[in-house]
């Protein structure tokens, strides 16, 4: 038996890592339709990888019935008990059908299990699977049927039939393996090619810095991440000498620095001990300067020397001193000047080729004034004071008007210098790149700028350095102006405590008063001196509430206003309004209590004055005859009396505090309201008719709407008064009527016809058209009056007007004259258009009568005279005189007929 280790070193296969399944399934698939005998290929864990075929009786009957499957899974556990490597075994299943089964073995170890069967080996005992039909209850002809149409094979057949499936299944596992192996080799080898790298390889891989030099001071290699660091190639550095005065030009530094060391190393070497790092600033190639850590090794005759970049690391840790060197000379209040020298400082010493500059922005003049620029010449500071900042005003008078970094590499070409390119020169300044400093609410402070003496591109360290010294410089600035604005704050604090003409008292966490205005020393009676340092009710009677205020205000930090009546003499105790609220330290800590009172004596007689008026004007507005209204200045409603619910369809409480036009049931609620904005924005008021729903239908009333100021004047709501005028204007419409209408016919009377006669006239005159007029008269009217009575004589009258209506449109205007003479006003309507409506008319008249109270029927006529608006005439008369010429030339033709007035 193979021990643990032996067994895991020989690799496990799997039938689909050697042969493609789905080809295989294709050849068993092939096979089936061959031979009619089902197959399947199982692997080890008893998966299926793939199979064909399936006779019915064993998927519609043994397999779909309990008892009949589970005689088929132990059937299979006997196959599978009896299965020897390259052997066929066979098996009869307890349900009747016999199954084999075979290995396929690759080198000893199974990959799958070969399965074909539900066949017979002879013919079937048909009585037996009749029984087994019963027993199980199936259909009996449908199972004998299945059972009928399972393929009899014999054993001999079955075994050869196994053998070459099996043969080839192993025969193409083979290959699989053959090419499986061969795959291996060849990524073994590439595997075993690709580890073949030389040391300067792994070398130039390393990330850090990396040289060597022989016993005499040769250098002899720098790898790849060295030239990176610092520029230098093996061909600028032949041998150590050379290297010194590159990377430490200052003779003084490597006299201090580099040699001590040199000597440390060497005699470490000699003595066999370990050599001491070197922290030290290396110049690069192109002047710049890197912070690195050097270590040094031998190996052999080889002197190794390693270099760790800690530039980053070591510019944050100055930086991080910086900062807090500034923090702590900006809490001792030392001069921005010289906080801001502090910055600039170290700034520079982080490149020492670089002159840095901090200039302040005046928020009123919009000048920059020197900060901090102790490295530039004198000359170029005076000149820079008070710039002017704007668009092109050099890179920080640009820079500030902006917000925005401003980069001029060249200075001498540059359009932002062009004014000042000169000045440059003479202060040696090849570049300037400007930085905007911002405060915490994003407000421009200033700049903070690098020059260069030749020019310079940034690179990104360069960015992160000028933005870092902006940001640090913003905190100086933004403090200093902080403690200017908190100075003068507490100046005008003072300025207006001590001439204000409230009471104001503040006390500390202890309810101690700490500062007392001159007003409350006078209301009190009592200096500052007796009540600083004492709580409210040690200096004091009656002060128990006040000091529960302050104490609640001490604990919970909440504002509180209440009415005091405690403060003054015995016999003066006016009523004071107090409010009291926490402040706060920058944290948000409550630090003490500002208490502020007011005398408001006079505003509370005031206020019951009002109280009295208020009660003075709800009763008068709530018995008054007449609606009252009351809204505030965004039009919502105040008040309203008891009679105004007559006319709202929705009840009012319910519109109380919110605007009409929210509720779309008020139709008058969008006039209304247009009304009342008017008056909010003019004052004037506004008396104006309108139509609202009553209870009896649509009311007219005259709204008389006001403005209502305040003691300021201002407007401060409106006052609305509408009063019911329905049935005074249904007398004025029935006056109006009266005056206009005849009262027997309803028609127009003479008066009001040649009103609208005359109006009409005008409007044809002023944008043309045609315009004529029809008289007429009823014939022997005189006659029906004399003979049949008064009474038919208005029948008649009135029968008249009813033709007019049905034959007339509704633009023309009929117009009783006097007696039985009518006229007509034809708008738009030329002469033969006349004549022809004069004739419907006659003839309606003609074709209808009158019947008479003895049931005789008397008839009418009329005679017409019909004219049209010649362009000369200018007046009604005219016209009427021509229509009655025309009318009397019909009475003697004969009447009833219609002439025409030429």
Known sequence: MMNKESESSVPVFKFGDLVDVTSFGQLLESFFKATGIPNGLVAPGGELITQAGWVDACVYFHRANPDMQHRCHQSNIRLMGKLHNGEVTGCLCENGLYDYATPVVIEGQQLATLFLGQVFSEEPDMEFFRKQAELFKFDETSYLNAIRAVPIVSKARMEAHMACMVGMAQVLASNGLARLRETKLEHDLQKSSEQRIELEDLLNLSPIGIGWSDANGTVEYVNRRFTELFGYTLGDLPDLSVWYQSAYPDPDYREKVVVPWQQAVALAHQEGTVPPELEVNVTCRDGSVRRVVIRVSWVGNKRLVNFSDITDHWQSELRNRAHDAMLEMVARGLPLSDILSAIVSAIEAEEPSSLCSVLLLDQESQCLYTGAAPGLPDFYNNIVNGLKIGMGVGSCGTAAFSGKRVIVEDISTHEY???????????????????????????????????????????????????????????????????????????????????????????????????????????????????????????????????????????????????????????????????????????GAIVGVLAIG???????????????????????????????????????????????????????????????????????????????????????????????????????????????????????????????????????????????????????????????????????????????????????????????????????????????????RDIDTIGRLGGE??????????????????????????????????????????????????????????LLIRADQAMYRAKKAGRNRVCSGG
């Open 821 to 878: 003479e009518f006229a007509i006003l034809m708008p738009q309507t030329d002469l033969q258009q006349g004549l022809d409506v004069a004739e419907r008319l006659r003839m309606a008249m003609a074709g209808d009568g009158i019947a008479l109270p003895g049931g005789d029927q008397l008839g009418i006529t009329a005679s017409f005279g019909v004219v049209t608006l010649d362009e000369g005439e200018g007046d009604i008369d005219a």
């Open 598 to 808: 007011r005398d408001i004596s006079e505003r509370k007689q005031m206020e019951q004055l009002l109280e009295a008026r208020e009660r003075e004007f709800r009763t008068l507005a709530e018995n008054a005859p007449v609606l009252i209204a009351r809204y505030d200045c965004e039009g919502r409603l105040l008040y309203s009396n008891p009679k105004l619910k007559y006319n709202f369809p929705v009840p009012v409480e319910t519109v109380i505090g919110k605007r009409l036009d929210e509720f779309p049931e008020l139709p008058f609620a969008a006039f209304f309201m247009d009304k009342v904005s008017q008056i909010v924005t003019t004052g004037e008021a506004r008396v104006f008719e309108t139509e609202v729903p009553g209870i009896d239908g649509e009311e007219t009333h005259l709204v008389s709407m006001v403005a209502e100021r305040d003691e300021s004047g201002a407007i401060s709501g409106i006052l609305t008064i509408g009063q019911d005028i329905t049935g005074r204007k249904r007398m004025e419409r029935e006056l109006e009527r009266q005056a206009h209408f005849d009262a027997l016919t309803g028609l127009a009377n003479r008066r009001y016809f040649l009103q609208q006669a005359e109006s009409e006239i005008g409007r044809c005159r002023r944008y043309g058209g045609t315009l004529s007029l029809t008289m007429f008269d009823i014939d022997f009217f005189k006659k029906v009056n004399d003979s049949y009575g008064h009474d038919v004589g208005d029948q008649v009258l009135r029968k008249v007007a009813d033709w007019c209506g049905t034959v007339l």
């Open 417 to 587: 210098w062009r004014v000042a390119a000169e000045i440059a020169q003479q202060a040696n300044l090849g570049s300037c790149w400007s930085e905007p400093i911002f405060g915490s609410k994003g407000n421009v402070l200033g700049t903070f700028a690098i020059y260069h003496s030749q020019p310079s591109t940034p690179s990104p360290e360069d960015i992160e350095r000028i933005t870092f010294a902006a940001n640090i410089a913003a905190i100086a600035i933004e403090n200093r102006n902080t403690r200017d604005e908190l100075a003068e704050r507490e100046r005008e604090f003072r300025s207006l405590a001590e001439n204000a003409p409230d009471n104001i008292a503040r006390y500390d966490l202890h309810g101690r008063m700490i500062y007392a205005n001159p007003r409350l020393e006078q209301t009190l009676h009592a200096p500052a001196e007796k009540m600083l340092g004492r709580r409210p009710t040690e200096h004091a009677q009656g002060y128990e509430c006040y000091e529960s205020q302050l104490m609640h205000v001490i604990e919970t930090g909440e504002e509180v206003s209440f009415e005091f009546g405690a403060l003054g003499t015995m016999d003066d105790t006016p009523t004071h309004l107090i409010h009291m609220v926490a402040e706060r330290d920058e944290a």
